[in-house]
Structures are given as C-alpha cells and as structure tokens.
Nanobody, 121 residues
C-alpha cells in the first residue's frame, strides 16, 4: 500500500506565504505524477498544480505566478510553495500521486489526508 502525508498548512495573513510538503511511502515502484488539489467548503476538489517525474509542471490559472511546485524523485516528496496568498485560497489542500506499486503494471491515484490552509487577517 501507499501512504501520502502532508504537512505545512496553517493560518496566514493575505499576502503571506506557506510551504506545503508531502512525502509518499510504501510499496512504490514509481510515481508518474505528483500534485496538489484543494477543496473549499461547498466546492468541488480542484487541481492546483502537478509535476511529472521529468519535471514538467501544470498550474491552475488562479495560482499561476504565485505558486511553485517542486519534486524530489529520490525521496518521493513534492512541495508546494504558495506566495501572495489570498482569502480565496482558503481550502483543504490534498497531496496526490499517480502511483504504480511494486509487483503491478497498473497505476492508481493515492491521496493524502489533507491539510488546512486558511488565509485571513
């Protein structure tokens, strides 16, 4: 099995910064894509940013220019640096990985438990 554990959420004032980290562990053969999603109350979960094993990235329009994503393939970690945070960034942020486990050829989505980010003065 695969586990994803996030850290780094919290309360920050508008314009401030936070860094979220996620580490994947377990019977991992490879992780094709790692990323971050978020879900605000009453809204659907949405993609924030993703990064492939080769370093290609994708960002939601609402975070372009403010957030960056980085990955360490050797450590199975992915970080989300969030700058110039806005109240509308308030949400639970989830780490996601498209993972192939040892002994299989199929990949599947793995999710962390989520970490709360609150942007408020």
């Amino acid at each position: 099995q695969v586990q994803l554990v996030e850290s780094g959420g919290g309360l920050v004032q508008p314009g401030g910064s936070l860094r979220l980290s996620c580490v994947a562990s377990g019977s991992i053969a490879s992780i094709y894509v790692m990323g971050w999603y978020r879900q605000a109350p009453g809204k659907q979960r949405e993609l924030v940013a993703a990064i492939t094993g080769s370093g290609s990235t994708d960002f939601a329009d609402f975070v372009k220019g403010r957030f960056t994503i980085a990955r360490d393939n050797a450590k199975n970690t992915v970080d989300l640096q969030m700058n110039n945070l806005k109240p509308e960034d308030t949400a639970v942020y989830y780490c996601n990985g498209l993972v192939r486990t040892v002994g299989t050829l199929k990949s599947s989505n793995a999710w962390g438990q989520g970490t709360q980010v609150t942007v408020s003065s």
